[in-house]
């Protein structure tokens, strides 16, 4: 699950950070909130192609971070 979405430089966005919950996160707002940067960003941390054109203007590089947790997970195992 992600915990934390951070971005910097990217479309509109300066620097932000969503912390999400645990179960169901909406994410609602008005046309230009930024939904669709949300989106965006999920879709360059499982792989998506990235341009340019998706940093914000002035900026040479963007940034998209994730804190994932793993419930269950006891960590890396050794044998």
Do not use: H
């Not at 620097?15 to 645990?22: K, N, Q, T, Y």
């Not at 998506?48 to 054109?53: N, R, Y």
Request: aromatic content about 2%; overall charge negative.
């Amino acid at each position: 699950m992600i915990e934390t979405l951070r971005l910097e430089g990217i479309a509109i966005v300066d620097a932000a950070e969503l912390e999400l919950g645990p179960g169901l996160n909406v994410l609602t707002g008005e046309t230009g909130a930024g939904k669709s940067i949300v989106l965006g960003a999920l879709s360059l941390l499982v792989g998506g192609k990235a341009s340019t054109e998706v940093l914000r203007e002035g900026c040479e590089q963007g940034r998209v971070e994730a804190v994932f947790r793993f419930d269950g997970v006891d960590g890396p195992r050794t044998e």
